[in-house]
């Protein structure tokens, strides 16, 4: 930080008399008070720049807490609509659950029928036959009863699998939309901060501005001060020249005279010299100088830590990262720099569409990223329980894809 100069307007404004005399000791005084009018200007100059920067920190700030918002309205949207579907699914599950009891008790009292009364039940059913027709009959209607058993079974196993895959695609939705909404709420109140911070920076240097500013005017004024003692000076200098001249011019007409009644006279010359001097002034010029197989190196690295925790705020890619933290490591393996957040990595890079997604580029969605492996497929820390995976790049609403190489 700069620093603020502390000049005191009473020690600025004390009479010059003080400090000066004579025209020389006055104008030294007034370069060295130039001088600190020039430093304080490029005080100000440097303060009001850094609190440009400060300006535009803030107003990028709000650009991405607005993008925050837009995410946030969308997850909710989407919280709403995935929550109908979990009415729709709870609904399904008791069904399937009715359909699981339903077949359980059937199966019951179809091995009550079989197995209490024995296998010889079948057997005798085929001894009991009148004649060849009517065994070929029995033995149709045992392997329909033997085949009636089976599909009930099957559809007894099946039940219970659709009871299973409901209850686990439920969990996982919730578990996927309450990480998001975490993630968002958290990126929030971290923007909020630096928001604050941001602005408690800016009114300081304003207050170094008008300080600054302050003595700006203060030295203004001692050197219009000094200008004033310096003209009352030369004119009092200018007058006592011109007293001292004419005094002079008095004696020599005299002597003159004198010399005029004695037949004999004087001459006299004066010369003068004036210098000159001259000053250059430089400029300098500073310059600056600063595909895809790559991408797929970065889609292979980031699959190379599948299975690893997911941990809120982490950045490890093998003890525990967050989606932003997980997209940002596996760059930074290769040194590109990511934004920390999701929200902001929305806008890292340059933009393209889903249908021209090529591996190692960003998917973005409300909350969350991932990185795009190719055939449709993502990488993403993802929640919790699931950590780093696999998935299907459109299981969400994309919001944007960015390209980083």
């Not at 003080?18 to 005080?43: F, G, H, R, S």
């Not at 399904?92 to 009292?109: P, S």
């Not at 209607?141 to 559809?155: G, T």
């Amino acid at each position: 930080m700069l620093k603020t100069l502390t000049i005191s307007l009473l020690i600025i404004t004390l009479p010059l008399s003080v400090y000066a005399t004579t025209i020389d000791d006055i104008k030294k005084e007034q370069q060295d008070t130039k001088k600190q009018l020039e430093e304080t200007n490029n005080e100000i100059e440097n303060l009001t720049e850094v609190r440009k920067g400060i300006t535009d920190e803030i107003e990028q700030i709000d650009d991405e807490l607005v993008d925050l918002m837009t995410s946030i309205s969308i997850l909710e949207d989407e919280i709403e609509d995935i929550e109908g579907q979990i009415e729709v699914k709870k609904t399904e599950l008791a069904d399937a659950e009715k359909v699981e009891e339903e077949q359980y008790e059937a199966m019951k009292t179809r091995i009550k029928f079989m197995y209490e009364k024995g296998d010889s039940t079948y057997v005798q059913l085929l001894f009991e036959s009148k004649n060849m027709g009517d065994l070929v009959n029995k033995a149709d209607y045992i392997d329909e009863l033997y085949a009636y058993d089976r599909e009930k079974l099957n559809e007894y196993i099946a039940a219970k699998e659709a009871v299973a895959a409901a209850k686990l695609a439920l969990e996982e939705e919730q578990e996927e939309l309450e990480t998001a909404h975490y993630e968002l709420e958290l990126e929030q109140a971290e923007l909020n901060n630096l928001l604050e911070q941001k602005k408690s920076e800016a009114e300081d240097y304003d207050t170094q501005i008008a300080r600054a500013k302050q003595d700006a005017a203060a030295y203004k004024a001692k050197i219009k001060q000094q200008n004033s003692q310096i003209k009352k000076l030369e004119e009092e200098a200018r007058r006592k020249a011109q007293e001292e001249a004419r005094k002079k011019a008095e004696e020599e007409a005299k002597k003159k005279a004198a010399a005029l009644a004695a037949g004999g006279g004087d001459t006299s010359s004066t010369s003068s010299s004036s210098g000159s001097s001259s000053s250059t002034d430089t400029a300098t010029v500073i310059s600056s100088s600063s595909g895809s197989q790559l991408g797929k190196e970065i889609a292979n690295y980031g699959c190379k830590f599948i299975g690893n925790p997911y941990v809120a705020g982490g950045t490890s890619l093998t003890n525990g990262c967050d989606c932003s933290g997980f997209t940002m490591s596996v760059y930074q393996a290769y040194g590109y720099s990511l934004p920390r957040s999701s929200t902001s990595q929305r806008n890292a890079g340059t933009g393209v569409t889903y249908a021209e997604a090529q591996p190692g580029d960003i998917i973005c969605y409300a909350g969350h990223v991932a990185i795009y492996i190719g055939n449709g497929q993502i990488v993403h820390a993802s929640t919790p329980s699931s950590g780093i995976k696999i998935g299907n790049a459109t299981y969400r609403e994309i919001l944007a894809v960015r390209r980083i190489v």
